[in-house]
């Protein structure tokens, strides 16, 4: 097939003379038509086992522990089942609902988790051929503690799979990167640009799969979620791309004071804006010479926080979720105070139950027969939720920070 490809290719650009084809007799052709009809037998060919330094098993290596990669294999690339009309209609709801009360199975999801019998080394979120992520991590979406960038991860592994139920009459789609589409250390030290590139885009060609896109061609916005990297604590914040408008804005929670991108972030972000306008330049995007001048801002909201410390990496999985372009949300937060404590510790147990009771996540219904069996035998005074709110218990919230502390290293 190569070899034909190759040759019709010389014969357009006149590189060579078309071959000749010499003219059979009657009896010539009846001859190979008699061949031709005799049926050969071939013996099974064995194919070769990919070995781990195969190119395709390299890219998913090459992407980080924290994030949860897409593994794509052959029969699904070929076969891909859409959703169905109703899944993309605009009365599917693809958002989160602030004042919509938690499901009855959502309810028994978040009083398991977050009990005294929670499975913290149990494996309770698992995409099909994908990477384990175990409760501990879920903990982390308790109310108070600083959000693991794990769940971000596996959040915009949700949103990309949220936008397959778009309706294509609300326009061109997102696409959500993961935390880690380049490290703090490669840019600090300097590394290679070279091995940087190659790093960069073997992450996008996997979150690409994860969207089920070739390219970046009919997407309006793009999220980069990103951590400020300091002793004491991280801080999450999101840089976004609009494609269609040639903006780059930073979505921030913290209101410091602080407008110098180089100064409030260090150079990390700049890092990142020209390592994926380098990636759009090298795949042709038509669009990129206004990127390159685009000059990245921050997005002004009133919900901006000044004391708040933990609640950032909610606040960017919010952003991400409803943030439109051109300074628009979708739907909006009550202003720093005890109100916008109660929407957030909210936000915490909805996006747990979300991403959870996912249809992708095979260990659902093990999950739900184990919420199911531990409600029977739970006392009904100690609910987690109680109206819109969510109870936090003192003694949970030192347990898990304890936890996740020695478990995953983070500072909560």
Known sequence: MFQRCVLRRQMLTNKIKRPQVKKQTAAQLAKSKETKSKTVKLAPTKQKKKEPNDK???????????????????????????????LVSPFYQRKVILHEPVSEEGKKIVEYIWSDNTPEGDIIFEEKKGVGIECVFFLSLYPEIQVA???????????NNEEQHRDKLSGDGNVYCHTVMMTHHSVEMGKD????????????????????????????????????????????YVICFNLKTSEIKIIDNIDNGIDDIKTRYGGFPYALMESFIDYLE???????????????????????????????????????????????????????????????NMLRAKYMVKILLMSFNEKKKTLLKEAQAYMKVKPKSSKMLTGNNVRVDEELWKRFNETLIKTIDIEV
Not at 196 to 222: M, S, W
Request: positive net charge.
């Open 56 to 86: 395709e098993e390299t890219a998913i290596h090459a992407s980080p522990i924290s994030f949860i990669p897409l593994i794509v294999d052959s029969e699904s690339e070929k076969r891909q089942v859409k959703p169905s009309n109703f």
């Open 149 to 159: 960038s794990t769940i971000i991860d596996l959040w915009t592994l949700v949103l």
């Open 193 to 236: 640009v070279e091995a940087r590139r190659n790093f960069f885009d073997e992450n996008i060609d996997i979150v690409l799969k994860q969207a089920k896109r070739k390219n970046f061609d009919d997407v309006n916005l793009v999220f980069f979620p990103a951590i400020k990297m300091s002793k004491k604590s991280n801080h999450f």
């Open 282 to 344: 090298r795949n042709k995007y038509q669009n990129c010479y206004d990127l390159i001048l685009a000059e990245p801002k921050q997005v002004e909201f009133s919900w901006k926080t000044t004391y708040n410390s933990h609640d950032c990496g909610i606040f960017i999985m919010r952003h991400m979720e409803t943030y439109l372009g051109k300074g628009n949300f979708l739907q909006e937060l009550k202003k720093e105070g005890p109100g916008q404590k109660v929407q957030l």
